[in-house]
């Protein structure tokens, strides 16, 4: 042990002769166990980010192959921008590695055994560790996730631009909703302040749409009362038609083919992660008002909100098949049961996500019961090895 660890437990030792049975660190030994902790966790992380930067690049050349103006610059830059939420991602099990690491570290130093022999109890010297994970929780939700909503945004407006060929068709705001679409050698943006859905129909109220042909030059404008969206056609009522160079024209009813569906407009919003988490309660304020499912952005709040207290659970996922080490223990087999059980609760917890929507279950359910059960389970082991 370095000198670093020798003070430290100098001041164990010190407690020690204080009280026959201390319970508490002190302020010098929590700080070396979260170093330990913090020295583990950005080495695994570094180790992440350097593997997903190069598989995203390399899936990015195997997409742009054979698309036209798509350079290495360009798909180096989007694997960048896709890189911080992609990194989020594995950050459960950037901690549950971290964590393992650090015990195992402690152990086979034996700091853990004097730590022990000093009566300190297991929660006594997780809960340093546990509480820096919970803050590396809470900045990444709060700080990083904002920052990677940013350049996830930049990263789909490239994709749909050079890998896609195709744009974001609907988007919401305060003053209504917009639509795109092309008629022909035309170009369409419509406007409505208004809008529900209602099976598979969207009916549009107080319509504007704005005519453009293939060079942008405005050709002319088409008002309606209310227009529906049905099989291929928007069919509109009380309509009053104003092209260039030709009289204004009122109907009761005008039909306008078009390619879109519901789906297709319903599959152009935003994904929940390019929408910040500050952002994400009034974009599902508005996507309600428009009368479209906001579930899936509210399933992806709510696990947002919810990741420290699994990234907590992960590290009382890592005591378990760590802290009981000894010479006779097979650390291969340790370190397999704790990826298995890594793998095991990540997949658990994209599947309940993944089954709210077909089968109505609670978005605050769905998002919150992987993380409180995985904490229950692991308390619950730590507690029968423990206290018996």
Not at 115 to 137: D, E, M, N, Q, Y
Not at 179 to 192: K, P, W, Y
Not at 298 to 307: G, P, T
Request: overall charge positive; hydrophobic content about 50%.
């Amino acid at each position: 042990m370095g000198p670093d660890t020798t003070a430290t437990f100098e001041t164990i030792e010190k407690a020690e002769s204080r009280s026959p049975r201390p319970t508490r660190l002190s302020r010098g030994v929590c700080l070396y166990l979260i170093r330990n902790f913090l020295g583990a966790f950005f080495l695994v992380f570094s180790l992440f980010v350097g593997i997903i930067l190069i598989v995203d690049i390399i899936e990015l050349l195997r997409r742009a192959s054979g698309k036209e103006g798509v350079t290495f610059d360009i798909v180096f830059g989007m694997a960048l921008y896709k890189l911080p939420l992609t990194a989020q991602k594995t950050l459960p099990f950037v901690i549950l590695f971290g964590g393992m690491l650090t015990f195992w570290r402690l152990n086979r130093t034996t700091e853990l055994v004097i730590l022990r022999g000093c009566g300190v109890s297991v929660w006594h010297f997780l809960l340093p560790i546990i509480l820096t994970v919970a803050a590396i929780g809470t900045i990444t939700v709060t700080l990083i996730n904002p920052l990677g909503t940013t350049l996830i945004g930049q990263y789909e407006q490239l994709e749909k631009k050079y890998l896609k060929n195709r744009s974001s068709l609907m988007a919401t705001s305060r003053s209504g909703v917009w639509l795109r679409q092309t008629a022909g050698d035309l170009e369409m943006v419509i406007h409505a302040k208004g809008s529900s859905v209602v099976g598979q129909t969207l009916t549009l109220s107080q319509v504007l749409m704005l005519l453009y042909d293939e060079n942008n030059q405005f050709e002319g404008r088409i008002d309606a009362a209310r227009g529906a969206l049905e099989g291929k056609s928007w069919q509109l009522h009380d309509v009053w038609i104003s092209v260039r160079d030709m009289p204004t024209v009122r109907k009761k009813r005008h039909v306008i083919p078009t390619t879109l569906t519901l789906s297709d407009i319903q599959e152009s919003f935003s994904s929940p992660s390019s929408v910040s988490f500050w952002d994400l309660p009034r974009f599902i304020e508005a996507l309600q008002e428009t009368g479209f499912s906001a579930l899936e952005h509210r399933l992806y709040w709510h696990s947002l909100i919810a990741e420290p207290v699994f990234y907590c659970a992960m590290i009382l996922i890592a005591a378990v098949f760590s802290l009981r080490q000894n010479r006779t223990t097979n650390v291969l087999l340790t370190v397999a049961g704790g990826i298995g059980a890594g793998l095991v609760l990540f997949f658990i917890s994209d599947l309940v996500l993944a089954l709210a929507n077909p089968t109505g279950l609670p978005a605050v359910l769905a998002a919150w019961a992987p993380a409180i059960a995985t904490l229950l389970v692991g308390i619950a082991v730590l507690l029968h090895r423990e206290d018996g």
